[in-house]
């Protein structure tokens, strides 16, 4: 009797450090960094960027490597460190706002509202590695300036090499894809200005 209580402490043990071994590590978050641009005069008031669309394969908590060849390839142990939409924005939004130093650049669905001078939306097809390796975005951006009923509407195709090899040159070869994207809606932006 004795000896089957003194076998129970270590089957247990053992069978927790099993189970230990066998669990999947604990995932990588990643997360993107608003790039710097070159800075313009004027431009609306008021930017609100709404809700931005992001075709569903990107929709997902883990890192898409890569959508060529009709496979979709996603890191398992490589997510991102806030959902991905909201992500983009919350960059987008900080880089529109540098860029543009005489406009409040907002969220629509932030704490601060105003009525807008300018409306951005925009819809990403596509961010992650081609077939080279190189970070591929693709998007359409809307511009409606206030009193115009039809928007401004400009298709997108970035290309960036990443600086280094695996995930961590991905995301800061998309982080650098987004301020050129950043920099397109700009020129969008202040295109009245012009006129």
Same mark, same amino acid.
């Given at each position: 009797?004795?000896?089957? $209580? $003194?076998?129970?402490?270590?089957? =247990?043990?053992?069978?927790?450090?099993?189970?230990?071994?066998? *669990? #999947?590590?604990?995932? /990588?978050?990643?997360?993107?960094?608003?790039?710097?641009?070159?800075?313009?005069?004027?431009?609306?008031? =008021? /930017?609100?960027?709404?809700? +931005?669309?992001? &075709?569903?394969?990107? !929709?997902?908590?883990?890192? /898409?490597?890569? #959508? &060529?060849?009709?496979?979709? %390839? /996603? *890191? #398992?142990?490589?997510? $991102?460190?806030?959902?991905?939409?909201?992500?983009?924005?919350?960059?987008?939004?900080?880089?529109?706002?540098?860029?543009?130093?005489?406009?409040?650049?907002?969220?629509? %669905?932030?704490? @601060? #509202? *105003?009525?807008? !001078?300018?409306? @951005?939306?925009? %819809? +990403?097809?596509?961010?992650?590695?081609?077939?080279?390796?190189?970070? =591929?975005?693709?998007?359409?951006?809307?511009?409606?300036?206030?009193?115009?009923?039809?928007?401004? @509407?400009? %298709?997108?195709?970035? =290309?960036?090499?990443?600086?280094?090899?695996?995930?961590?040159?991905?995301?800061?070869?998309?982080?650098?894809?987004?301020?050129?994207?950043? !920099?397109? +809606?700009? +020129?969008?932006?202040?295109?009245?200005?012009?006129?």
């Amino acid at each position: 009797m004795t000896r089957r $209580w $003194w076998h129970r402490p270590l089957l =247990v043990f053992g069978m927790a450090a099993l189970l230990a071994a066998c *669990s #999947s590590p604990e995932p /990588v978050l990643y997360t993107m960094s608003p790039i710097q641009g070159a800075t313009h005069a004027g431009g609306p008031r =008021v /930017v609100v960027l709404e809700q +931005i669309g992001l &075709d569903r394969y990107l !929709d997902r908590p883990q890192v /898409v490597r890569s #959508s &060529d060849n009709y496979r979709l %390839n /996603v *890191s #398992s142990n490589d997510w $991102w460190g806030e959902p991905l939409g909201p992500m983009l924005s919350r960059v987008l939004i900080a880089e529109l706002g540098q860029r543009l130093q005489q406009s409040t650049v907002l969220s629509d %669905n932030g704490a @601060v #509202s *105003s009525p807008p !001078d300018a409306t @951005v939306q925009l %819809n +990403i097809q596509q961010l992650d590695e081609d077939a080279t390796g190189s970070v =591929v975005l693709r998007a359409q951006a809307g511009v409606r300036f206030r009193g115009q009923k039809t928007p401004v @509407v400009q %298709n997108f195709r970035l =290309v960036v090499a990443p600086p280094a090899a695996g995930v961590p040159g991905q995301v800061a070869a998309s982080s650098s894809a987004l301020g050129q994207l950043a !920099d397109g +809606i700009v +020129i969008m932006l202040a295109a009245p200005a012009r006129r």
